[in-house]
């Protein structure tokens, strides 16, 4: 019964009273891109570059760059493309993005702040998203990994408007990005909760580490309510907030980031029916009540428990 329930939603998330919800594919290379946009899925929210180039050991050129992106973008046609900027450092490092060794690099220089050390490998990045978008014709937007501040996020969408790209955003994965997410996203066209890194920085737990899964369980309610401040800012903002961290895969979880304000989930693919059926059942204003139930638990078990018995028997 519940694979032809799976079967017979079908098309844009939205919930029961139609409200809204992308779903979007996490994707890392074109075969993945490929495979992704052969499913029902209405684009990608979260392509890692980095993955393309883990193991180059030269920075590759714009015309190598172009041809990959090339490739991803295409079989989109004209769905989104959500495209992340080299996310290099701590637990994806990159033989031609090395600032030598640091003593924790996870809080180190990663990611965007990478991006501002060495400038010209982002500037080369962009100029190859930007002539890859314009050769397939794609809804190419550009985000920043690892943003914590709103001159941050400045700097960015100057660099991606300098490159000729419409669309700049930055993931909110750091918790002082979360907490001022209105000015933040104030400075971008949109933005995407990097759930696992949130985990790991509100909760202070190394995401590498097996032993820590407890305190990296999204459903930590100080992990919801850093989720739900960052909403509240982009609101406030009055930009889009979407998700693509593993969260955004979890059918439950799904339902009580919907009530928290995200406009759009993005996953691996093989995840999204399950994500459309769940929010098909229920109606924004219910999720919004489970989003509730949620941040007033005490521990993630219980968050867990209590949406899942404010729903059952569907899930
Ligand atoms: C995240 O941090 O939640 C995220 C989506 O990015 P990554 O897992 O690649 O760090
Ligand atoms: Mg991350």
């Not at 993005?97 to 924790?104: K, S, V």
């Not at 220089?109 to 978008?133: C, I, T, Y």
């Not at 909760?203 to 590498?208: E, G, K, L, Q, S």
Request: charge should be negative; aromatic fraction near 4%; charged fraction near 25%.
């Amino acid at each position: 019964r519940r694979d032809a329930a799976l079967a017979e939603v079908r098309g844009p998330g939205a919930t029961a009273d139609g409200h809204p919800v992308a779903l979007l594919a996490n994707i890392g290379g074109v075969e993945d891109a490929e495979l992704a946009a052969a499913q029902d899925v209405e684009g990608v929210g979260l392509f890692r570059t980095e993955f393309v180039f883990l193991s180059a050991g030269a920075a590759p050129t714009v015309e190598e760059q172009t041809e990959i992106y090339r490739r991803v973008f295409a079989p989109f046609g004209a769905r989104r493309v959500v495209v992340r900027t080299l996310d290099a450092g701590a637990d994806k490092p990159l033989a031609f993005a090395d600032l030598g060794e640091e003593e924790n690099p996870a809080l180190g220089r990663r990611g965007l702040r990478l991006s501002q050390a060495r400038p010209e490998l982002l500037d080369a990045q962009l100029e190859a998203l930007a002539a890859a978008a314009e050769a397939t014709g794609a809804d190419v937007r550009v985000m920043a990994p690892m943003v914590a501040t709103a001159a941050e996020a400045r700097w960015f969408a100057e660099r991606v408007g300098s490159a000729g790209l419409g669309s700049a955003g930055v993931m909110i994965e750091v918790p002082a990005a979360a907490l001022r997410a209105e000015q933040v996203l104030g400075a971008v066209d949109f933005g995407s909760l990097g759930t696992n890194d949130l985990a790991q920085y509100t909760m202070a737990a190394d995401r590498m580490q097996g032993e820590l899964s407890d305190l990296l369980d999204p459903w930590q309610p100080a992990v919801l309510d850093v989720i739900a401040a960052a909403a509240s800012g982009a609101r406030a903002a009055g930009k889009p907030l979407g998700v693509c961290g593993e969260s955004a895969g979890d059918p439950l979880l799904a339902l009580v980031l919907t009530g928290l304000g995200v406009g759009s989930l993005s996953m691996a693919s093989s995840k999204v029916p399950a994500v459309r059926l769940a929010l098909s059942a229920h109606a924004l204003e219910e999720c919004e009540r489970l989003a509730e139930l949620a941040l007033i638990a005490e521990g993630p078990e219980e968050a867990r428990e209590t949406v899942r018995a404010a729903i059952a028997p569907e899930l």
